[in-house]
């Protein structure tokens, strides 16, 4: 597990365009749980709005060389999440039954995300992108925030077309819930925590999970260092359900 702390000057904007970039990998760390490789992120934010990083540092504590493959096939596919939350419209949706016989692919993050976030909500846009228009209108990309105290349904709805798409679903509603639906597909997540020094700290699982349309199982899992390309080269695949 890696600690990253950034003092309240390091906070990023609204998108990829306002986020500092990234500074030293987070540590990927094996997770027992149905073989799947599990990433935690540890991130510290301020609690001002302002992007000079002059006065700030960083803490790492571990680290690894080695980088994780892209994508994970699991033997043993999760079960989609039994999560009803609250989208960008204000408005109630059913995780399961929305996304029902569609390829979706679910990350649990939040918008004050320096970094880890961002990217990877750029990373899928840039590469969903590359899809023929059919199969773009098909995918769905599920952001379930990890901050729900912060993270409204407007602010979602502000933060997810600058750092990602504006088809892409935001979602929010009660910690207790959000959490207990990440734990259900193998990726830990804790309460944002406010320190001593006015920095808030945010814990949480760093994969993506895809979907299959078929069997709406989660059968594919992402570390955060995927790529642009690695999303390019298998979401043809995943849209049909088959293997990467």
């Known amino acids: 597990m890696s600690t990253e702390k950034t003092s309240p000057s390091q906070r990023g904007g609204d998108g990829p365009e306002g986020r500092p970039g990234r500074r030293t990998p987070l540590i990927v760390a094996a997770v027992a749980i149905v073989a799947a490789l599990g990433i935690t992120a540890a991130v510290g934010l301020g609690g001002d709005d302002t992007k000079d990083t002059s006065s700030g540092f960083v803490q790492i504590e571990g680290g690894t060389s080695e980088k994780a493959r892209a994508a994970t096939v699991l033997d043993r596919p999760f079960t989609k999440p039994d999560l009803v939350l609250t989208d960008t419209k204000g408005e109630s949706y059913d995780l399961r039954e929305r996304t029902k016989g569609k390829p979706t692919l679910i990350y649990f993050g939040y918008t004050n995300c320096p970094d880890v976030c961002p990217l990877t909500m750029s990373n899928i846009a840039i590469a969903k992108k590359q899809l023929p228009k059919a199969d773009q209108e098909k995918l769905q990309v599920v952001f379930v925030t990890t901050d729900p105290e912060r993270d409204t349904a407007a602010s979602l709805a502000k933060w997810l077309p600058a750092a990602g798409d504006p088809s892409f679903t935001g979602l929010t509603g009660d910690f207790a819930k959000i959490q207990a639906g990440a734990r259900s597909i193998g990726i830990g997540i804790d309460p944002p925590k406010k320190e001593d020094d006015g920095t808030v700290v945010s814990m949480h699982g760093a994969q993506v999970v895809a979907f299959s349309p078929t069997t709406d199982q989660g059968y594919v899992l992402y570390g955060e260092d995927a790529t642009v390309d690695d999303y390019a ?12």
């Open 233 to 244: 080269k298998d979401l043809p695949k995943i849209i049909k359900g088959e293997n990467p």
